[in-house]
């Protein structure tokens, strides 16, 4: 199993420019994430995608939009990359264990975006 | 506000000895809470889930306390390796809720 694959890996955008970045998981998890990760700040979640067909704002949804494709694919576009969208974004995926809640999240490898 | 408190200086332990960090919050109401570890360039990794009416719990090395009075959890390594240099990070979840938020996490190094 591969887990939680993102591409690209890297990307250099100049400000304006859009692009999608993407996420898979083959461990038949429900629920998706998209967090951006920035020095000081933490993890901070974007968009979530609770099963599929949902998908919900989270803390720093502006300037994002989400697709949840099918069961394994959520990808994450941004329509006019600005500067200050410069970061470290991870997807992650999880299910939700017997009895509810407490789910655990598994990660992706990252993807590192610079917008000049 | 709601807030998640960990250290931001590194912990520099040496091998062999106890690491303890520290997760404080205000303004929750953590369902249970969760420790990760994450690498540079890495994404986070699950460690330890501890559930609101449970004072502690154990995995290998690792133990966790969750202290809902003093909302505080603590998260111990005993006898620490350089390979648990890392960054660890904390995260709740609140009752009712779904998402996990997540501290900004603290750097252990430990020395040989």
């Known amino acids: 199993n591969a887990g939680v694959t993102q591409t690209p890996k890297f990307q250099v955008l100049k400000t304006g420019q859009s692009m999608t970045l993407q996420c898979a998981q083959d461990?038949?998890?429900?629920?998706m994430y998209w967090y951006r990760q920035d020095p000081g700040m933490g993890l901070r979640l974007i968009y979530y995608s609770a099963s599929e067909g949902t998908t919900d704002k989270g803390e720093v949804p502006n300037g994002y939009n989400v697709s949840r494709l099918n069961k394994r694919e959520f990808s994450l576009r941004l329509e006019s990359a600005a500067p200050s969208q410069t970061s470290v974004y991870f997807c992650a995926s999880s299910t939700r264990r017997r009895g509810g809640g407490q789910e655990t999240q598994y990660f992706g490898p990252g993807t590192r975006l610079l917008v000049l | 506000s709601q807030k998640i408190e960990q250290n931001s200086e590194a912990l520099n332990i040496q091998e062999g000895k106890t690491a303890t960090l520290t997760c404080n919050y205000t303004n929750y109401s953590p369902a249970y809470l969760q420790w990760y570890r994450q690498d540079p360039g890495r994404g986070p990794v699950f460690l330890l889930l501890i559930r609101e009416n449970e004072k502690e719990k154990r995995k290998e090395r690792l133990k966790v306390t969750f202290d809902t009075t003093l909302k505080q959890s603590l998260f111990h390594i005993t006898a620490s390796q350089p390979a648990d240099s890392a960054t660890y990070l904390c995260?709740?979840?609140?009752?009712?809720?779904?998402?996990?938020?997540f501290g900004k996490g603290t750097m252990l190094l430990v020395s040989p």
């Open positions: 995260a709740l979840v609140s009752a009712g809720y779904s998402t996990l938020t």
């Open positions: 461990m038949n998890h429900n629920s």
